[in-house]
């Protein structure tokens, strides 16, 4: 079985960068895993600590079952979204960019990418969170050193996949190991927490704090990764292979979700253990957390503590900015610079936290963590309703579409998740309301009703409409018939130059192209300060210097039989090239591309193509 047509590559850098091929046995597994750990880490994130630690300090261990309940939902919808993208070759965005109206994909965008915003949000201000508790540095220094992991990100994805991999893992591993250790410290009661396996009817609080657990456990940027991250496998596209991988990404998310499950309950049993047993029953506050460990238990818990917090939110905002490539590429099909795309998404969530510490203190971070899981709350239907239908899709799913039994679980998880999170956004409509400030009722519940109708319409759509055929899943249409093929005859070619060795081979290709009957316009434009403010009346050394090069050119192109002429541009390279282009009604340009690499590529490489987008004619690029 085939990838729908040739969809755009997800996560295009690493697509199929893993082969997994060439191993057998376990190797053969082992090359499989790996997308599931990158998941993992969303799982156990500031806002899962945030509701962890509420649970246990108020309800003992009451609520492991919640937490339990809140896993296999996720086992289930991740496995659902890693059948999907290994089974389509599409992410969850592009397959609702390709089943929903153009028009809806636009807020299913803007819902996404706020989602995203919000988890790394939270991600941020617990990564502060730790650097404050373990270095006392201030909040404000922490949330602006996070900008730096746009850059650790980059770094990553260029050394390839694994070795992402390997570094989530790590961060996963450092969280694990200091929960164990602090199990050891706070010695729980085992009686106990075997009790709190055993469901119990809930009101009140403790179901305003479970429907806290699972909003905060079932993430919707999560379900767009997997689909994504599960197609930096490669393996052989018919039954067998598909089959197969189905089944080792399944055992990949079954190991990483239940340590995922391990550490949420461990944060919830140090809560029980450390707060509730000691009669202190409102810590909601990481910080109280951590002073509170400090007081009972000494200097090591606590700093385990710290660590563990700071690896979880490096880890979580490495995943929740690869999220926020996804939807943009998916959904609008819009691609831009990746370290652009990660810097926006970085600023997006850092510009909130900056403002909030600025208007109202560090000690509002904690609300503002909370709001951070009312907006998550919010958006999960947007991505679990469109994941079951496609995942459901016999036609497009092929022998590959999810059983009777799995539908009828994954429906039943969806409405009681939606359920759950819509009662939560009530709560706090109504928390806000009480306030009796205008804009609850002006903009708050408008906004929430009108995301309400969208969500039936995501639901209702494929329903009563047929998903769109297979043949409109590529953005860039079918290919068409060529018919017959006349020469073209360019007779007004441009050429720029900028005195580099590479002249002389996009020259060449230029002459190739028009021959002697062609007319050659050479293009230069002079960058100096002078040139910047005076244009053409600037005669400062490099004005006079490139004009006489570039008549140097000509001469020597007059010499073998060539006509050309010389133009020379003043200022912004792009401006004066594109303005040069038009004046002399050119046919073709051709442009050499300089190659180069890092930081000149960032400053140098773009003018190839803004020019290219800002001209009507063909553009030769020579390299």
Not at 34 to 49: E, I, Q, R
Not at 546 to 551: A, I
Request: net charge neutral; aromatic share 10%.
């Amino acid at each position: 079985m085939k990838a729908e047509h040739k969809a755009p590559q997800s996560l295009s850098e690493v697509h199929q960068s893993v082969d997994t091929s060439k191993r057998t046995g376990w190797k053969r597994i082992l090359s499989f895993i790996g997308p599931a750990y990158l998941v993992s880490v969303g799982y156990m994130d500031p806002g899962n600590w945030a509701t962890d630690i509420a649970g246990g300090s108020k309800f003992g261990y009451q609520l492991i079952w919640v937490l339990l309940m809140s896993n296999l939902i996720a086992l289930l919808l991740q496995s659902l979204s890693a059948r999907l993208g290994i089974v389509r070759g599409l992410d969850l965005a592009q397959a609702s960019r390709n089943a929903y109206p153009k028009w809806i994909n636009i807020p299913l965008f803007g819902l996404a990418q706020t989602a995203i915003v919000a988890c790394d949000l939270a991600e941020i201000i617990g990564m502060a969170i730790g650097l404050n508790l373990l270095f006392g540095l201030p909040l404000i220094w922490g949330i602006s050193i996070t900008i730096f992991d746009t850059v650790l990100l980059l770094f990553l994805l260029n050394k390839g996949m694994r070795k992402m991999e390997a570094f989530i893992v790590s961060m996963v591993f450092i969280v694990g190991i200091s929960f164990l250790v602090e199990m050891f410290i706070v010695e729980p009661s085992l009686k106990e927490i075997a009790r709190g396996f055993e469901p119990s009817m809930l009101s009140g609080e403790a179901l305003y704090i479970a429907i806290g657990i699972i909003g905060a456990t079932v993430m919707p940027h999560n379900l767009y990764l997997h689909s994504s991250l599960v197609q930096t496998r490669k393996f052989e596209r018919d039954e067998k292979g598909i089959k197969e991988a189905i089944k080792f990404n399944f055992i990949d998310t079954a190991v990483a979700l239940n340590l995922a499950f391990f550490v949420n309950a461990a944060i919830l049993i140090l809560a029980a253990a450390a707060f509730y047993k000691n009669g202190l029953h409102e810590v909601a506050e990481i910080q109280d957390a951590y002073k509170l460990l400090q007081h009972i238990f000494g200097n090591v818990a606590p700093a385990l503590f710290a660590i563990a917090l700071i690896a979880a939110g490096q880890s979580s905002t490495i995943t929740g900015t690869l999220a926020g490539q996804i939807v943009m590429e998916g959904h609008l099909n819009l691609r831009i610079q990746p370290w652009l795309r990660r810097l926006i998404t970085r600023l997006l969530a850092i510009i909130p936290a900056f403002l909030t510490i600025l208007w109202y203190g560090d000690d509002a971070l904690g609300g503002l963590l909370i709001l951070s899981q009312v907006v998550l709350s919010l958006q999960l239907g947007f991505a679990v309703i469109p994941l079951i239908h496609f995942t459901s899709d016999k036609k497009l799913m092929k022998g590959f579409a999810i059983k009777l039994w799995v539908k009828v679980l994954a429906w039943v998880s969806a409405i009681v998740i939606v359920s759950l999170n819509v009662k939560l956004v009530i709560e706090e409509i109504k928390t806000w309301g009480s306030t009796g400030d205008w804009y609850v009722y002006a903009l708050v519940v408008p906004v929430a009703i009108l995301i309400g109708l969208l969500l039936l319409y995501v639901f209702v759509y494929p329903l009563v409409v047929r998903l769109r055929k297979s043949d409109n899943n590529v953005p860039h249409g079918e290919a068409l018939d060529i018919e017959n093929v006349e020469k073209i005859d360019y007779t007004r070619i441009g050429i720029t130059v900028d005195f580099s060795k590479n002249d002389r081979n996009t020259i060449r290709h230029a002459l190739i192209q028009g021959g002697k009957r062609a007319h050659y316009y050479l293009i230069h434009v002079v960058e100096t300060a002078a040139a910047q403010y005076y244009g053409e009346s600037a005669l400062d050394h490099e004005t006079v210097s490139d004009t006489e090069n570039l008549q140097k050119y000509c001469d020597n192109l007059a010499e073998l039989g060539y006509k050309s002429s010389p133009h020379i541009g003043y200022g912004g390279t792009v401006k004066a090239i594109v303005a040069i282009t038009n004046e002399n009604e050119l046919q073709l340009l051709v442009m050499g591309a300089h190659g180069h690499k890092g930081l000149k590529d960032l400053i140098l490489g773009t003018t190839v193509n803004s020019v290219r987008h800002k001209v009507s004619i063909p553009v030769l690029i020579v390299r």
